[in-house]
């Protein structure tokens, strides 16, 4: 009888710490979809924040700088206080490439910057990874070192997307500076010169340019190609972030 008693509330007890037991690991799932939500939220809310406190709606649409944070935010770099967007969906002839200061919240340079030649003519439409294409690459880069070459001071920039940029360096795709993309040369033809698919600048700048975001620090180059939002695996999962 004892032996009996003792079994039955073993039993009852089991059962009691196995539906205590339960109860809190369903709340715990409940808490962890909260904590993820918010952190997306606070993510959001970041990027808005710092949007509007560098002043970027005049001169870079919202969507393009979303996806470039999200890159931002995912990759690892030495220098992470410096990033760079290019927006190859403006024309040549506007001021596309934008040096962000993210520790102090402000722009540190608005330039023209050079497409490559294949790439298209006043608008970059077509992109290639492909050594000797004469195209532009698209995608998140990381700036190493600057060296002295046949375009003066120059900057190597090594591609993080396995497809669509890693061959940067392969291509010798640098940022440097060229007469073709000064300023004067858009009163000729209306637009820049065009490159062998280097980011090229106009050369009074390059030189500030290079050393700001030199040794370690990301750099995005954007545009409406639904190839590449579709393919990266950095954007992966962004579907709403689709090029329009």
């Known amino acids: 009888m004892h032996k009996a008693f003792t079994y039955l509330n073993l039993l009852i007890i089991s059962t009691i710490l ?7 690991f369903s709340v715990d799932e409940k808490e962890s979809d909260t904590v993820v939500a918010t952190e997306a939220e606070s993510s959001t809310v970041y990027r808005h924040r710092l949007y509007s406190e560098m002043g970027l709606a005049k001169v870079l649409d919202f969507d ?5 944070m999200v890159g931002y935010e995912k990759l690892t770099a030495p220098n992470k206080n410096i ?7 403006k024309p040549s002839t506007a001021e596309r490439m934008f040096v962000l200061d993210i520790e102090n919240r402000k722009v540190l340079y608005s330039t ?11 608008y970059a439409t077509t992109f290639s990874n492909k050594v000797g294409s004469n195209m532009s690459s698209l995608g998140f880069f990381v700036t190493e070192n600057t060296y002295q070459g046949r375009n003066g001071y120059s900057l190597i920039i090594d591609g993080l997307e396995k497809g669509i940029n890693d061959k940067a360096k392969v291509r010798s795709v640098v940022i440097h500076g060229a ?3 000064n300023p004067a040369v858009i009163k000729n033809g209306n637009r820049l010169g065009r490159s062998q698919g280097c980011p090229a ?4 700048i390059t030189k500030p340019v290079i050393n700001a975001i030199k040794d370690g620090t990301l750099l995005f180059i954007y ?4 190839s590449y939002t579709q393919t990266s695996s950095i954007l992966a999962g962004t579907q709403r972030f689709a090029a329009k």
Request: hydrophobic fraction near 40%; charge should be neutral; proline fraction near 5%.
């Open 201 to 204: 600048l106009p050369q009074n």
């Open 18 to 24: 196995l539906f205590v037991g339960g109860y809190p």
């Open 64 to 68: 393009i700088f979303e996806k470039a």
């Open 223 to 226: 545009a409406n190609d639904k």
């Open 112 to 122: 023209l910057v050079a497409h490559g030649k294949r790439s298209g003519e006043n």
């Open 179 to 181: 007469a073709y993309a």
């Open 83 to 89: 990033f760079t967007i290019i927006d190859y969906s």
